[in-house]
Protein backbone atom coordinates (compact mmCIF):
# COMPACT_ATOMS: atom_id res chain seq x y z
CA UNK A 1 0.00 0.00 0.00
CA UNK A 2 1.86 3.46 -1.17
CA UNK A 3 2.19 5.65 1.67
CA UNK A 4 3.31 9.40 1.67
CA UNK A 5 4.46 11.43 4.80
CA UNK A 6 5.19 14.90 5.10
CA UNK A 7 8.42 16.28 7.55
CA UNK A 8 9.73 19.01 8.52
CA UNK A 9 9.80 22.74 11.05
CA UNK A 10 6.26 22.73 12.34
CA UNK A 11 7.53 26.86 13.10
CA UNK A 12 9.30 28.94 10.64
CA UNK A 13 9.77 32.68 10.92
CA UNK A 14 8.54 35.48 8.89
CA UNK A 15 10.67 35.80 6.04
CA UNK A 16 12.53 32.82 6.22
CA UNK A 17 12.26 29.70 3.71
CA UNK A 18 9.64 26.68 4.45
CA UNK A 19 11.46 23.35 3.92
CA UNK A 20 9.34 20.07 3.83
CA UNK A 21 10.05 16.54 2.89
CA UNK A 22 7.28 13.69 1.85
CA UNK A 23 8.94 10.21 1.98
CA UNK A 24 7.29 8.10 -0.20
CA UNK A 25 6.94 4.16 1.08
CA UNK A 26 5.14 1.13 -0.70
CA UNK A 27 6.24 2.30 -3.84
CA UNK A 28 8.50 3.68 -6.40
CA UNK A 29 8.70 7.47 -6.64
CA UNK A 30 10.74 6.84 -10.11
CA UNK A 31 7.54 5.15 -11.59
CA UNK A 32 7.05 6.42 -15.46
CA UNK A 33 3.41 7.23 -14.34
CA UNK A 34 3.29 9.73 -11.68
CA UNK A 35 4.11 12.90 -10.85
CA UNK A 36 4.34 13.95 -7.09
CA UNK A 37 2.72 16.86 -5.69
CA UNK A 38 2.11 19.52 -3.16
CA UNK A 39 -0.59 21.29 -1.86
CA UNK A 40 -1.48 23.14 1.07
CA UNK A 41 -4.83 24.21 3.06
CA UNK A 42 -4.55 27.41 5.53
CA UNK A 43 -6.24 27.35 8.71
CA UNK A 44 -10.14 27.04 8.20
CA UNK A 45 -9.68 27.39 4.36
CA UNK A 46 -9.76 25.88 1.05
CA UNK A 47 -6.58 23.83 -0.82
CA UNK A 48 -4.34 24.93 -2.61
CA UNK A 49 -2.21 23.21 -5.22
CA UNK A 50 1.61 24.31 -4.53
CA UNK A 51 3.63 22.71 -7.59
CA UNK A 52 4.16 19.26 -8.94
CA UNK A 53 7.42 17.32 -9.95
CA UNK A 54 8.08 13.76 -12.13
CA UNK A 55 11.34 11.92 -11.26
CA UNK A 56 13.22 13.23 -13.72
CA UNK A 57 12.53 16.91 -12.02
CA UNK A 58 10.33 18.16 -14.35
CA UNK A 59 7.99 20.42 -12.33
CA UNK A 60 4.82 22.05 -12.76
CA UNK A 61 4.48 25.69 -10.16
CA UNK A 62 0.90 27.23 -9.23
CA UNK A 63 1.81 30.65 -11.04
CA UNK A 64 1.02 32.85 -7.90
CA UNK A 65 3.80 30.90 -5.88
CA UNK A 66 6.08 30.49 -8.54
CA UNK A 67 8.32 33.05 -7.75
CA UNK A 68 9.04 31.49 -4.29
CA UNK A 69 8.88 27.71 -4.68
CA UNK A 70 10.96 25.30 -5.39
CA UNK A 71 10.53 21.32 -5.71
CA UNK A 72 13.22 18.44 -5.95
CA UNK A 73 13.32 15.17 -5.99
CA UNK A 74 15.41 12.53 -5.02
CA UNK A 75 14.99 9.28 -6.34
CA UNK A 76 18.28 7.44 -4.21
CA UNK A 77 15.96 8.08 -1.25
CA UNK A 78 12.52 7.76 -2.67
CA UNK A 79 11.90 11.33 -1.53
CA UNK A 80 10.66 14.86 -2.91
CA UNK A 81 10.87 17.68 -1.51
CA UNK A 82 9.37 21.60 -0.98
CA UNK A 83 10.81 25.29 -0.45
CA UNK A 84 9.09 28.14 -0.29
CA UNK A 85 10.80 31.35 0.37
CA UNK A 86 10.42 34.66 2.19
CA UNK A 87 7.13 32.93 4.13
CA UNK A 88 4.75 35.37 5.95
CA UNK A 89 1.57 34.17 8.15
CA UNK A 90 -0.07 33.64 4.70
CA UNK A 91 1.85 30.81 4.25
CA UNK A 92 0.54 28.98 7.59
CA UNK A 93 -1.15 26.06 6.39
CA UNK A 94 -1.34 22.22 6.67
CA UNK A 95 0.91 21.17 3.57
CA UNK A 96 -0.03 17.92 2.43
CA UNK A 97 2.24 15.72 -0.19
CA UNK A 98 0.16 13.61 -2.68
CA UNK A 99 0.83 11.51 -5.90
CA UNK A 100 -1.40 11.91 -9.55
CA UNK A 101 -0.70 10.08 -12.70
CA UNK A 102 1.64 11.33 -15.47
CA UNK A 103 -1.50 10.66 -18.15
CA UNK A 104 -4.87 12.15 -18.04
CA UNK A 105 -7.07 11.81 -15.85
CA UNK A 106 -4.35 13.83 -13.06
CA UNK A 107 -6.31 13.19 -10.00
CA UNK A 108 -4.79 13.17 -6.83
CA UNK A 109 -5.03 9.64 -5.47
CA UNK A 110 -2.55 8.76 -2.80
CA UNK A 111 -2.38 11.76 -0.20
CA UNK A 112 0.50 12.18 3.41
CA UNK A 113 -1.53 13.22 6.19
CA UNK A 114 -0.79 16.71 6.21
CA UNK A 115 1.90 18.68 8.73
CA UNK A 116 0.96 22.05 9.66
CA UNK A 117 3.49 24.57 9.20
CA UNK A 118 2.84 27.68 11.26
CA UNK A 119 4.62 31.03 10.31
CA UNK A 120 5.09 33.60 13.26
CA UNK A 121 8.27 35.18 15.40
CA UNK B 1 -5.45 30.79 -15.78
CA UNK B 2 -8.78 28.99 -15.36
CA UNK B 3 -10.82 29.53 -11.99
CA UNK B 4 -13.17 26.66 -10.55
CA UNK B 5 -16.49 28.03 -8.50
CA UNK B 6 -18.46 25.86 -6.23
CA UNK B 7 -21.72 26.82 -5.39
CA UNK B 8 -23.51 27.03 -2.84
CA UNK B 9 -20.61 27.49 -0.32
CA UNK B 10 -22.65 25.79 2.29
CA UNK B 11 -25.62 23.91 2.20
CA UNK B 12 -27.76 22.29 5.37
CA UNK B 13 -29.95 18.87 4.41
CA UNK B 14 -31.63 16.39 5.85
CA UNK B 15 -30.62 12.31 6.32
CA UNK B 16 -32.31 11.09 2.81
CA UNK B 17 -31.99 13.97 1.16
CA UNK B 18 -30.62 14.65 -2.67
CA UNK B 19 -27.94 17.22 -2.59
CA UNK B 20 -26.42 18.76 -5.50
CA UNK B 21 -23.06 20.63 -5.33
CA UNK B 22 -22.49 22.58 -9.27
CA UNK B 23 -18.84 23.45 -10.49
CA UNK B 24 -18.36 25.85 -12.95
CA UNK B 25 -14.89 26.20 -14.69
CA UNK B 26 -14.35 29.76 -16.27
CA UNK B 27 -13.41 28.12 -19.63
CA UNK B 28 -13.49 24.45 -20.95
CA UNK B 29 -11.88 21.71 -19.43
CA UNK B 30 -13.56 18.46 -21.41
CA UNK B 31 -13.96 16.02 -18.60
CA UNK B 32 -10.65 16.90 -16.89
CA UNK B 33 -12.75 17.19 -13.03
CA UNK B 34 -12.17 15.53 -9.79
CA UNK B 35 -14.17 15.76 -6.34
CA UNK B 36 -12.71 15.14 -3.28
CA UNK B 37 -14.56 14.81 -0.06
CA UNK B 38 -12.75 16.37 3.50
CA UNK B 39 -14.10 15.58 7.12
CA UNK B 40 -13.19 18.13 9.71
CA UNK B 41 -9.77 17.30 10.21
CA UNK B 42 -9.09 14.80 7.92
CA UNK B 43 -7.53 14.40 4.57
CA UNK B 44 -9.19 14.97 1.46
CA UNK B 45 -10.30 11.92 -0.17
CA UNK B 46 -11.18 11.32 -3.67
CA UNK B 47 -14.52 10.37 -4.35
CA UNK B 48 -14.93 11.07 -8.28
CA UNK B 49 -12.64 11.48 -11.18
CA UNK B 50 -12.65 12.15 -14.93
CA UNK B 51 -15.81 14.17 -13.96
CA UNK B 52 -18.23 10.94 -13.46
CA UNK B 53 -16.39 7.89 -12.70
CA UNK B 54 -16.75 6.23 -8.57
CA UNK B 55 -13.02 5.93 -7.37
CA UNK B 56 -13.20 2.27 -6.03
CA UNK B 57 -14.98 1.84 -2.45
CA UNK B 58 -17.04 4.86 -3.48
CA UNK B 59 -20.21 4.58 -1.79
CA UNK B 60 -22.87 4.52 -5.06
CA UNK B 61 -24.91 7.29 -3.74
CA UNK B 62 -22.19 9.33 -4.80
CA UNK B 63 -22.21 10.45 -8.62
CA UNK B 64 -20.62 13.32 -10.81
CA UNK B 65 -21.75 14.63 -14.47
CA UNK B 66 -20.82 17.35 -16.70
CA UNK B 67 -18.53 18.02 -19.18
CA UNK B 68 -16.91 21.48 -20.87
CA UNK B 69 -17.22 23.91 -17.82
CA UNK B 70 -20.95 22.88 -15.94
CA UNK B 71 -20.19 20.16 -13.18
CA UNK B 72 -22.02 18.60 -10.53
CA UNK B 73 -21.33 16.29 -7.82
CA UNK B 74 -24.42 14.63 -6.54
CA UNK B 75 -25.07 12.59 -3.03
CA UNK B 76 -28.47 10.51 -3.56
CA UNK B 77 -29.45 9.84 -0.07
CA UNK B 78 -27.45 12.26 2.36
CA UNK B 79 -26.15 10.41 5.06
CA UNK B 80 -24.91 11.13 8.62
CA UNK B 81 -21.04 10.07 7.66
CA UNK B 82 -21.25 12.81 4.58
CA UNK B 83 -21.02 15.83 6.46
CA UNK B 84 -17.74 17.03 4.93
CA UNK B 85 -16.53 20.28 2.65
CA UNK B 86 -16.51 19.03 -1.21
CA UNK B 87 -13.98 20.16 -3.00
CA UNK B 88 -14.01 19.85 -7.08
CA UNK B 89 -10.58 20.10 -8.77
CA UNK B 90 -9.64 20.65 -12.60
CA UNK B 91 -6.40 19.27 -14.05
CA UNK B 92 -5.54 20.46 -17.32
CA UNK B 93 -3.08 22.69 -19.24
CA UNK B 94 -0.32 22.02 -16.60
CA UNK B 95 -2.72 23.41 -13.81
CA UNK B 96 -4.62 21.94 -10.73
CA UNK B 97 -7.02 24.22 -9.04
CA UNK B 98 -9.68 23.71 -6.77
CA UNK B 99 -12.79 25.23 -6.28
CA UNK B 100 -13.36 26.86 -2.65
CA UNK B 101 -15.33 23.93 -1.37
CA UNK B 102 -19.08 23.23 -0.48
CA UNK B 103 -19.73 22.67 3.62
CA UNK B 104 -22.54 19.96 3.49
CA UNK B 105 -24.37 20.08 6.75
CA UNK B 106 -27.39 17.82 8.29
CA UNK B 107 -30.37 19.71 9.40
Known amino acids: QLQLQESGPGLVKPSETLSLTCTVS??????????WGWIRQPPGKGLEWIGSIYYSGSTYYNPSLKSRVTISVDTSKNQFSLKLSSVTAADTAVYYC?????????????WGQGTLVTVSS | DIQMTQSPSSLSASVGDRVTITCRASQGISNYLAWYQQKPGKVPKLLIY???TLQSGVPSRFSGSGSGTDFTLTISSLQPEDVATYYCQKYNSASWTFGQGTKVEIK
Open chain 2, 50 to 52: AAS
Open chain 1, 98 to 110: ARHKYQLPQHFDY
Open chain 1, 26 to 35: GGSISSSSYY
